[in-house]
T-cell receptor, first 115, second 112 residues
C-alpha cells in the first residue's frame, strides 16, 4: 500500500551510460515531480507533470528526459551520465498544481552513483 | 531569484524544550508554505502546511506565518530525541506554474 514508490532504490553505474528511474503513485494525484537532492541536501525541482503534461522544466541538461505514460507514473531517463549527476533523486506527487492544498508526498528516493 | 532561506544549523536543544525553526522567503507572491521533516537517508515527510497569517497547531507542532514580514516558523514543543532530523521549509508562489521552492533545511539535534 505504498503511496509513492520508486525503482530502483540504488543505482551505481559508469560515466557515459544511460539509465532510467521509475516512479508510481497510488494516491490519485494529478501532478508528479522529480527533485534532485545533492550532497549538501539542497532539494531542487527538475520537472513537474500535470495530467501527463509537462508544466515545469527547470534548468536541467537535456540529457534528462522525463516521460509520463499516465498520471500515476512519471519516469526519468538520463543519457550519457556524468559524475555530477550523482545525487538522490526523489519523485513526489500532489493534487492540482495551482492554489492551496498542494501538499507533496515523496517517494523513498533513488541514490544514483556515477563512477 | 525567488528564494526560501533557512539557517542550516545545527540547532541543538535539550529534550523537553521548545525547538524554534525559522524560514524567510523573498517572493511576496508566495501563498502556501510547508514544513517537511527529513531523517538522514530518508525522504522528506510533510509535517505541516499553512496558508493564512497566524498560527496553526497540530499536536506538538505549531506553524506560524507572517506574510508582512515574509517569515514562517515551526515550533516543536516537548522536543524528543526522535525529532532530531533536518527540517525543510518550502513555499509555493503563484508565479507561472506554482513552482515549489525549498530552503536548504535546518538540522535539529535534540539531546537527552
Amino acid at each position: 500500500d505504498t503511496a509513492v514508490s520508486q525503482t530502483p532504490k540504488y543505482l551505481v553505474t559508469q560515466m557515459g551510460n544511460d539509465k532510467s528511474i521509475k516512479c508510481e503513485q497510488n494516491l490519485g494525484h494529478d501532478t508528479m515531480y522529480w527533485y534532485k537532492q545533492d550532497s549538501k541536501k539542497f532539494l531542487k525541482i527538475m520537472f513537474s507533470y500535470n495530467n501527463k503534461e509537462l508544466i515545469i522544466n527547470e534548468t536541467v541538461p537535456n540529457r534528462f528526459s522525463p516521460k509520463s505514460p499516465d498520471k500515476a507514473h512519471l519516469n526519468l531517463h538520463i543519457n550519457s551520465l556524468e559524475l555530477g549527476d550523482s545525487a538522490v533523486y526523489f519523485c513526489a506527487s500532489s493534487h492540482t498544481s495551482g492554489g492551496g492544498g498542494n501538499e507533496q508526498f515523496f517517494g523513498p528516493g533513488t541514490r544514483l552513483t556515477v563512477l | 531569484q525567488k528564494e526560501v532561506e533557512q539557517n542550516s544549523g545545527p540547532l541543538s536543544v535539550p529534550e523537553g524544550a521548545i525547538a524554534s525553526l525559522n524560514c524567510t522567503y523573498s517572493d511576496r507572491g508566495s501563498q502556501s508554505f510547508f514544513w517537511y521533516r527529513q531523517y538522514s537517508g530518508k525522504s522528506p515527510e510533510l509535517i505541516m502546511s499553512i496558508y493564512s497569517n497566524g498560527d496553526k497547531e497540530d499536536g506538538r507542532f505549531t506553524a506560524q506565518l507572517n506574510k508582512a514580514s515574509q517569515y514562517v516558523s515551526l515550533l516543536i514543543r516537548d522536543s524528543q530525541p526522535s525529532d532530531s532530523a533536518t527540517y525543510l521549509c518550502a513555499g509555493r508562489s503563484r508565479r507561472g506554474s506554482y513552482i515549489p521552492t525549498f530552503g536548504r533545511g535546518t538540522s535539529l539535534i535534540v539531546h537527552p
